[in-house]
């Protein structure tokens, strides 16, 4: 179990992230670290150890942006590190990812990928999103979602940005817990309600394979074959 946060409206992201996470806090972690977009630019801050590391940092350094996706880790492929921790990129860093459960054929996605001249700095099972994303990214960021998780085997909620894509984030949950939450032109993913309430009360709990792109005009849900789910 781990925490993941996304935010999506006007207001700066970090101190939201942080707050969203500090909710979930009661589902236990290792390692904390946030991905935020700001200027077409992909800006990631995260560390091994408690919510105040990373809080202190963007405190001492803060980032502005007002789209962002924030994780707390349970370490389960790859000891508690920075660099282990989450969010995780592609190489190019135009894609980030936060990812709660785990993926059962990452060895395989992984040698698939490398074959195809991906290279992986971390140990977890985690770092094939981003990668298996962009291998499948042709300016459709939904469409390339659903692609990757088409290969992907195992439990997953994940929240996903984009830096040819700034306007929005795109979430999907399979055997792990994400719900959205809806405020006033401010939109939201967490791993539970706690980590929302403070903004608003309207809440929906994604179904497995119910992929929502967060905008800040709004939401859609969709399936796999882009049919809106109401
Ligand atoms: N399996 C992933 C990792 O070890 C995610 C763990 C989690 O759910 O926090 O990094």
């Avoid at 630019?41 to 091994?48: A, D, G, S, T």
């Avoid at 789209?67 to 660099?83: K, L, M, N, Q």
């Avoid at 936060?98 to 992984?110: D, M, R, W």
Wanted: hydrophobic share 35%; charged share 25%.
């Amino acid at each position: 179990m781990c925490g993941i946060v996304g935010f999506v409206g006007m207001k700066e992201a970090s101190p939201i992230l942080v707050e969203g996470l500090s909710k979930l806090e009661y589902r236990g972690y290792d390692s904390a670290g946030v991905a935020i977009l700001e200027n077409g630019e992909i800006n990631v801050r995260k560390y091994k150890g408690r919510l105040k590391n990373l809080e202190d940092n963007l405190y001492q350094n803060p980032l502005g942006g007002s789209i962002g996706i924030g994780h707390t880790r349970w370490a389960t492929h790859g000891e508690p590190s920075d660099v282990n921790s989450h969010p995780h990129t592609n190489e190019n860093a135009t894609i980030s990812v936060v990812h709660n459960g785990i993926i059962e054929n990452y060895i395989k996605l992984k040698e698939w990928l490398g074959k195809k001249g991906y290279d992986f700095y971390s140990e977890t099972d985690t770092e094939v999103i981003p990668n298996l994303i962009d291998y499948y990214y042709k300016g459709d960021l939904f469409e390339a979602v659903v692609k990757a998780t088409s290969k992907m085997e195992g439990s997953y909620a994940i929240g996903v940005i984009c830096k040819n894509e700034p306007d929005k984030i795109v979430a999907v949950r399979k055997d792990s817990p994400l719900i959205v939450g809806i405020g006033e032109g401010e939109y939201f993913i967490a791993s539970d309600i706690p980590a929302v309430i403070n903004h608003t009360r309207e809440v929906y709990l994604l179904e497995d394979k119910e992929f929502v792109i967060l905008k800040r005009d709004g939401i859609e849900i969709k399936t796999e074959d882009g049919e809106e789910v109401n």
